[in-house]
């Protein structure tokens, strides 16, 4: 089988930092998707929400900018913006209910063709269920972007015809970032909208478990010199 270094965790954060236009209210879930935060592009005016009642999220803090109380959905410490507001959960949640929220960036262990995302519980026998506001993220935000690796780690696709684990949505997924390709969830199926350099069309297709459609010649994701992704 080819062999491939798919993107970092970080890259993939990157990737799709690049893409969330200028004016987008931007809900960052837990695990990958607070990678987004440290690579919103310079300029933009985005504005991150976090479930657990902050509107104007900044970046991680370290150093001195670390306060105990002040943390992400991840319990992670996050620096604010200026005027940067924090709410109680009632609050935060009608925010991500009421269809305010441009995007969330959720994270994912399964995503079907139709866009059905699994990303509360696996059928490990060790597996914590934990959903928190993922089923109401998924279903409130006006796009839902997916960060995951392609493949599980013992190679199985994560890309499926249908989910096997649990539902945390139907059909709520618009796009998925992933460490070999970004695909776009379509009404006709799943449709190919750039792979990482070196991938070849037939190896992403042996790598996902289900149809992927080439509709125009996908765009190429390149590193530069430092190392941080972009389309060619």
């Given amino acids: 089988m080819q062999?491939?270094?798919?993107l970092?965790?970080?890259q993939i954060a990157q990737l799709l930092a690049s893409d969330i236009p200028d004016g987008s209210i931007v809900n960052l879930g837990i695990g990958m998707p607070t990678l987004v935060g440290d690579?919103?592009?310079a300029g933009r005016?985005?504005?991150l929400h976090s479930e657990n009642g902050i509107l104007g999220m900044g970046p991680a803090a370290a150093g001195a900018d670390v306060d105990p109380d002040l943390i992400n959905a991840s319990r992670q410490p996050i620096t604010l913006l200026e005027g940067a507001s924090i709410t109680e959960h009632t609050v935060s949640f009608a925010m991500m209910r009421g269809g305010h929220l441009d995007y969330a960036v959720l994270g994912a262990f399964q995503v079907s063709e139709q866009g059905d995302l699994a990303n509360w519980k696996t059928?490990?026998?060790?597996a914590i269920p934990a959903v928190g506001g993922a089923m109401d993220l998924a279903v409130g935000a006006k796009q839902v972007l997916v960060t995951m690796e392609h493949r599980g780690r013992d190679g199985s696709p994560k890309v499926l015809r249908q989910c096997t684990y649990p539902l945390t949505g139907k059909g709520v997924v618009t796009r998925i970032y992933t460490d070999l390709a970004v695909i776009d969830v379509t009404?006709?199926?799943l449709r190919v909208h750039?792979?990482?350099?070196g991938v070849s069309e037939a190896f992403l297709r042996s790598v996902t478990g289900a149809p992927l459609?080439?509709?125009n010649t996908p765009r190429t994701i390149v590193l530069d010199g430092a190392g941080a992704p972009r389309y060619d």
Avoid: C, V
């Fill in 3 to 6: 062999e491939i270094i798919g």
């Fill in 187 to 189: 009404p006709e199926g």
């Fill in 194 to 197: 750039a792979m990482k350099a």
């Fill in 8 to 10: 970092t965790r970080q």
């Fill in 213 to 215: 459609h080439f509709p």
């Fill in 39 to 41: 690579h919103l592009p």
């Fill in 45 to 47: 005016e985005i504005l």
């Fill in 123 to 126: 059928d490990a026998a060790d």
